[in-house]
C-alpha cells in the first residue's frame, strides 16, 4: 500500500515539473495552431490525473513485476531512450522503425511481424503529424537530402 502511494506522489511530482516545465517554452510570431505549449501541458495534466488514483486508492496487495518482466520494462526503457537520442540524426521513419521493431519484438518475438509492425507504426504516425495535425517532422536523415 505504501509502495502505490509512494509511486503516485512521485508521478505527480513528475507530472507537475513537466507542466511547469511546458510553461516556460518560448513562442514564436509563426507557430503551428495548437502552438509548442499545448501538447505537453495536455500530457502532463494526463499524468497528474493518473497519479492520484494510487494516491487516493491504493492496492491493498500490490504485485510487483517478475525480475523478467522487469528486465523488459529496462530495455524498452533503453531502447526509448536511444531513440530520443538519434531521432534527430536518423529522422522519423527510420528512428521510429527502429524503435517499434524492438519494442514489438520484445512483446512478441516474431521478426517478420515486428518489422512489419515499425514500418506501418512509423509510416502511420508520420502520415497522421504531417497531414492531419499539420506538424512538419523530419522524416530522413538530413545528410540524404531527402
Known amino acids: 500500500m505504501k509502495s502505490d502511494r509512494l509511486f503516485g506522489l512521485i508521478s505527480l511530482a513528475v507530472a507537475l515539473a513537466y507542466v511547469a516545465s511546458a510553461t516556460q517554452i518560448q513562442t514564436s510570431f509563426i507557430m503551428d495552431p495548437l502552438g509548442p505549449k499545448s501538447f505537453p501541458i495536455i500530457i502532463g495534466s494526463v499524468l497528474a490525473i493518473a497519479a492520484l488514483v494510487p494516491i487516493f486508492k491504493p492496492d491493498a ?47 512478441k518475438s516474431n521478426a517478420k511481424q515486428a518489422a512489419l509492425i515499425g514500418v506501418s507504426l512509423a509510416v502511420v504516425l508520420y502520415a497522421v503529424f504531417n497531414l492531419f495535425l499539420g506538424l512538419s517532422l523530419v522524416g530522413w536523415p538530413k545528410f540524404l537530402g531527402l
Do not use: C, H
Open 61 to 107: 496487495n500490490p504485485e510487483w513485476p517478475s525480475r523478467s518482466n522487469t528486465m523488459k520494462i529496462a530495455s524498452a526503457l533503453i531502447v526509448l531512450i536511444g531513440y530520443a537520442l538519434v531521432i534527430s540524426d536518423l529522422g522519423f521513419l527510420i528512428s521510429t522503425t527502429i524503435a517499434a521493431g524492438l519494442v514489438s519484438y520484445q512483446i
